[in-house]
């Protein structure tokens, strides 16, 4: 069976941004990406799913507003019943085909809702609600234009650079760009080891940046864990009550190398932000206009602690690690959604966020790095290099396909619990914890650890479940974006027994 890659978009969307002509210079840029993709022994279908035709003859409703969610995801998981890809990319920002706007598990952060591709990598109907879909199964990627620009140029140089990009050695990522505000160092430094080995390279702003030199800017591996704002194409560091400028759009454009990965946790760091003609577009929309392979990034405020590892820290590595390993920019998405949803349960508000608002850009089914030769390939001398991958990647979309209907019936989070009244000893521990945070008024929220099916059965059975109390709140200090402390505290028994503080991002 062939390997098949479809790509889903909005033809009359298309059109109407970007001119008839402008839209047959997409259809063009497709042409050349489909015959790339056939010499890599690849077979990729364009569906736009607005066609009538061909969306009944796939048995799948066609989307008569593009701007609609639930028409998109009614659509696309009907294209995927009906031809079951091992790839699946959205072409355009989200004026062409939306994000699914999925509610805040954090209400009252500031984010009204979160922007997610995540609904379209679970076979689950649509809904709003983040529970619904931890369980993914599809390799999934956006390859994005610039949201409401209407010039195709930077689409169309994302398309082309999908077609050109080859499986490079693993030593030719190697050298890589790390850069993390300064107050972040020490959580900053244990993801830098976990990707790559090392810390060595990494940048610290301030005093570093945003002048990053071309050497430095060469690298083809970059990770950043620096401040980022709403529809803002720069990115922060800081010192203290200091946010110095540690990345921004204008300065890296046309200095990137084509082949370039990326994962950055700053809040809003792959934000679609619309940038009509005249107006800068963000950092993500850069990286992607200068040949980026894959970028993943967040589209809301994130978070995660300062000095350990939780939240946007584990998906980035994740993601950045299963990429140097070999996987496929969808699949390492893939795989960085599971292992996480697995990995950190019970998953509390910023947990079910961090899942959702993390999406890749770029090709899914592009592969930067070269995969080790496989015990496949090896013990099958007559078979062909193309038949050999197709088998593998049958195999894998398997596994995933049964990890990702494991963790729906395992699953762990956190049900939000009725106000109660607190034991003295937990409300004036919850108050220390919220003074060492930097928050002096907060909003409380309790909970209970739930989960799956399986999860249910086994408390059914007795198992003890501890309550979490969630507090959050805006710290004092100035900074580019909202600036919010999150503390996690579970308790059980009348006492607290564990603490985490998060923070965004921003």
């Not at 398997?398 to 000893?425: F, H, I, S, T, Y």
């Not at 929220?445 to 007795?462: C, K, L, N, S, V």
């Amino acid at each position: 069976m062939p390997v098949l890659k479809v790509i889903v978009s909005n033809g009359s969307a298309l059109e109407a941004l970007y001119s008839r002509q402008g839209f047959a210079s997409v259809q063009q840029a497709l042409d050349t990406l489909i015959q790339a993709d056939d010499k890599r022994g690849i077979t990729t279908k364009v569906i736009y799913l607005d066609d009538q035709k061909i969306m009944q003859g796939l048995n799948a409703p066609p989307v008569s507003n593009p701007g609609d969610d639930r028409q998109n995801k009614t659509a696309i998981d009907a294209v995927c019943t009906a031809l079951r890809p091992d790839y699946l990319v959205i072409l355009g920002a989200p004026d062409i085909v939306p994000m699914q706007r999925l509610d805040n598990p954090l209400a009252g952060d500031g984010d009204a809702d979160v922007p997610s591709d995540l609904p379209y990598a679970c076979s689950g109907a649509y809904s709003r609600n983040i529970l619904n879909f931890l369980n993914p199964t599809r390799v999934v990627s956006r390859l994005p234009g610039i949201n409401g620009n209407k010039n195709p140029d930077a689409l169309n140089k994302a398309i082309g650079a999908a077609a050109i990009i080859e499986p490079q050695l693993h030593r030719i990522y190697e050298k890589y760009l790390a850069i993390s505000a300064k107050v972040w160092r020490n959580s900053s430094t244990a993801s830098t080891r976990n990707i790559f080995g090392n810390a060595d390279a990494l940048q610290l702003s301030p005093p570093d940046g945003p002048d990053w030199s071309n050497a430095q800017l060469d690298s083809l591996s970059h990770f950043i864990n620096c401040h980022g704002a709403n529809n803002d194409p720069k990115w922060y560091g800081q010192d203290g009550n200091q946010y110095p400028d540690a990345m921004k759009a204008a300065q890296i454009n046309n200095k990137l190398k084509i082949g370039t990965i990326a994962a950055a946790e700053c809040c809003y760091g792959a934000q679609l932000y619309p940038a009509p003609e005249g107006t800068q577009s963000g950092i993500c929309n850069t990286y992607l206009s200068n040949g980026a392979a894959a970028f993943c990034g967040s589209s809301t405020i994130a978070y995660g602690p300062a000095d350990g590892q939780g939240q946007a820290d584990l998906i980035t590595q994740y993601f950045l690690v299963n990429l140097l390993g070999g996987a496929s920019a969808g699949r390492a998405m893939l795989e960085a959604r599971q292992k996480f949803i697995q990995t950190a349960a019970p998953l509390g508000p910023t947990d079910l966020k961090t899942v959702a608002q993390f999406n890749v850009m770029g090709d899914a089914a592009s592969h930067p790095v070269a995969a080790a030769l496989s015990v496949l390939a090896a013990a099958s001398p007559d078979v062909s290099h193309v038949e050999v991958i197709a088998m593998e990647i049958a195999a894998r979309r398997r596994q995933l396909q049964l990890a990702g209907d494991a963790l729906g019936r395992n699953a762990r989070w956190l049900e939000r619990l009725p106000q109660l009244p607190m034991v003295k000893a937990v409300e004036e521990g919850l108050g220390e914890l919220a003074r060492r945070a930097g928050i002096a008024e907060w909003t409380h929220e309790a909970f209970r650890e739930t989960g799956g099916e399986e999860i249910m059965a086994d408390w059914e059975q007795g198992a003890s479940r501890a309550i979490v109390h969630v507090l959050f709140g805006k710290r004092a200090d100035k900074a580019p974006g909202p600036n919010l402390a999150v503390v996690k505290a579970t308790e059980v028994s009348g006492r607290l027994i564990a603490s985490e503080i998060q923070y965004s991002k921003s």
